[in-house]
Nanobody, 110 residues
């Protein structure tokens, strides 16, 4: 199983980024999917998740700004991040059960 995350970068506060995670070697459509993030010196935290039926969950800190979506045909999960703030700076990881992507860095400057 491989999860390949992409789309991170350095942006100014208020700008947007869209993260993508492509999966291979997995029956993608039957699993719940999630994005986590880990800031320096902090524990990894759940940002958003989406069930196989499309139900979503968001951490309070990103609710209303981030949107998680999935495309089972493309075996991909996305995280649209709007109105980014310096507090969103972290390495973002996609997750499927016990499998993790390699992480993509998001840096937001004020």
């Amino acid at each position: 199983v491989q999860l390949q995350a992409s789309g991170g970068g350095s942006v100014q506060a208020g700008e947007s980024l869209r993260l993508s995670c492509a999966a291979s070697g997995i029956n993608f459509g039957i699993y719940d999917l999630a994005w986590y993030r880990q800031a320096p010196g902090k524990q990894r935290e759940l940002v958003a998740s989406i069930t196989r039926r499309g139900y979503t969950f968001y951490a309070d800190s990103v609710k209303g700004r981030f949107t998680i979506s999935r495309d089972n045909a493309k075996r991909a999960v996305y995280l649209q991040m709007n109105s980014l703030a310096p507090g969103d700076t972290a390495v973002y990881f996609c997750n499927v059960m016990a499998w993790w992507g390699q992480g993509t860095q998001v840096t937001v400057s004020s």
